[in-house]
C-alpha cells in the first residue's frame, strides 16, 4: 500500500517536479511512512471490536471465566424475576412495640394493694372489708439490673427482662398470695432512655430519636429528623439492625404500607441520595459516569440518558452491559457448576443486537445495575474509514507541495 500511495503522489506532481522526482523519491517515501506510522496512533478505538468481546470467554476475570449471554425475552425474564430487591417486611419482619417487653436499663414503676381489712401494708382489726378502704404501699421505681432482675418488698427478687409487665404483675400477686389479703400489682414502664434509633443520612436534621410503647415506624423516624432532603424518587432508605443491611426505595416505602416496618432498639436509618451509578462508554452519545434514580433502570432507559447510539460510528449488534452478577440471579443451569470471583460474583458480559427490533421491548424490562459499564463497539467499517481518511489527507496533502514547486 505504501507503493502504490507513493506512486500516486508522485504522479500527481507536476512535469518539472516529476524531472526531480528521482531525487525527491526517497524524501516522499519517508514523508509518507512518517504519516502513516504517526496517523496509527490516530486509528485508535474507545474500546474492543465486537468480534474481541465476543471471544472474552477466554479470558478469565479473577481466576473466573466470563460467561458471554445473548439477551432474549427469556434471559430477560429470569434476570427481572431472579433480581427483586430485599424488603424491609421480608427481610427485618416485624417486632412487637417497644416497651411492651422489659429489658435491661429499663426504669419500672410498681405500685401494690390489698383489700381490707389489710394484713401486709396496713393496720390489722380496724374497720371491716366493706368500711375500709384498700391499702396500697409505694414502692420507689426501679431500673432493671444487668442481670434483668429487680426486687419487691415482700416478694424478693423476680426476673423481668423479656417480660411483659403483665407478666411480672401476676408473678409479684403469686408471691405476695398468703402474705396479703387479696394483693393487686401493677408495673408500669416509666423510662426506657436505653431504646432509641439513629437517623442519619441526607436527612434535615441527625438525631437519635426514643422509641415508646407506641411502636414507631420508619416514616415517623423521618419525619421526627425533619424529612429528607432529597426528591423522594432518588432516595434509599438503608435499615441497619444487628448484622443485618437492607435498603429500600424511600417512594416504594410510602407506596406499600407493608414496608413501613416498627423499628427496633439499637436501629440506624440512613437515608441515601442516588446511590446506584453505571458507566457508559465506546460509540454513546455520552462516555460518563450517570447516576440514576434508586427505583431502578431500564436498558432503554439507559440507552436515552447517554445520548443513544454515535450513527456513524456504532455497532448495532455490539452493545454490550459488563456485570460482576450474583449467581443466584442467573438461570440455575447457567450458574450451576460456574467459577466465582473471591467476592462470589460470576462475570458476565451481556450482549444486545439492536438490529432486532423486537430488542427494544426486551431492553424496555432488561435491569440495568449498580456499577454496570454499558459499552458500545464500533463497527467493522469504522477503522477502515478512518485508514482511508488518513491515506487521502496525506495524498492531498502531498499534491499541494507539489503544486508548491510549480
Known sequence: ML?????????????????????????????????????????????????????????????????????????????????????????????????????????????????????????????????????????????????????????????????????VEREIVSRLDGKAHRPQAVVRLVQNEGRNVTVVGEVITNRRMPLTPRGERLLDALAAAGGVKQAVGKVMIQVTRGDQVVAVPLETIIGDPRQNIRLQTDDVVTALYQPYSFTSLGATGTSAEINFEATGLSLSQALGRVGGLQDNRAD????????????????????????????????????????????????????????????????????????VGLITSTTFSFINIGNAVK
Open 316 to 387: 448495532i449488534k455490539g452493545v454490550f452491559i459488563f456485570r460482576l452478577e450474583d449467581p443466584s440471579t442467573l438461570d440455575p443451569a447457567m450458574a450451576s457448576g460456574a467459577q466465582l470471583t473471591p467476592d462470589g460474583k460470576i462475570p458476565v458480559i451481556y450482549r444486545v443486537n439492536l438490529s432486532d427490533p423486537a430488542t427494544f421491548f426486551i431492553a424496555q424490562s432488561f435491569p440495568i445495575r449498580n456499577k454496570d459499564v454499558l459499552y458500545v463497539s464500533n463497527a467493522p467499517l469504522t477503522d477502515i474509514q478512518k485508514f
Open 3 to 167: 507503493g502504490q500511495v507513493e506512486n500516486i503522489v508522485v504522479a500527481s506532481l507536476p512535469v518539472r517536479g516529476r524531472k526531480a522526482a528521482g531525487t525527491a523519491r526517497t524524501f516522499v517515501v519517508l514523508a509518507i511512512s512518517a504519516a502513516l506510522l504517526s496517523g496509527c496512533s490516530s486509528l485508535g478505538r474507545s474500546g474492543p471490536a465486537t468480534r474481541t468481546v465476543l471471544d472474552g470467554a477466554n479470558r478469565p476475570v479473577s481466576g473466573a471465566p466470563i460467561k458471554v449471554i445473548d439477551v432474549t425475552s427469556d434471559v430477560a425474564r429470569v434476570i427481572l424475576t431472579n433480581s427483586r430487591a430485599p424488603s424491609f417486611a421480608e427481610t427485618l419482619g416485624d417486632v412487637p412495640p417497644v416497651g411492651t417487653i422489659i429489658e435491661s436499663g429499663d426504669t419500672i414503676d410498681i405500685a401494690l394493694w390489698e383489700a381490707p381489712p389489710a394484713m401486709l401494708f396496713g393496720t390489722t382489726g380496724l374497720g371491716t372489708e366493706l368500711a375500709a378502704p384498700a391499702t396500697s404501699a409505694g414502692i420507689p421505681q426501679q431500673m432493671v439490673g444487668d442481670d434483668g432482675r429487680i426486687t419487691v418488698p415482700f416478694a424478693g427478687s423476680i426476673l423481668v427482662a423479656g417480660r411483659t409487665p403483665q407478666q
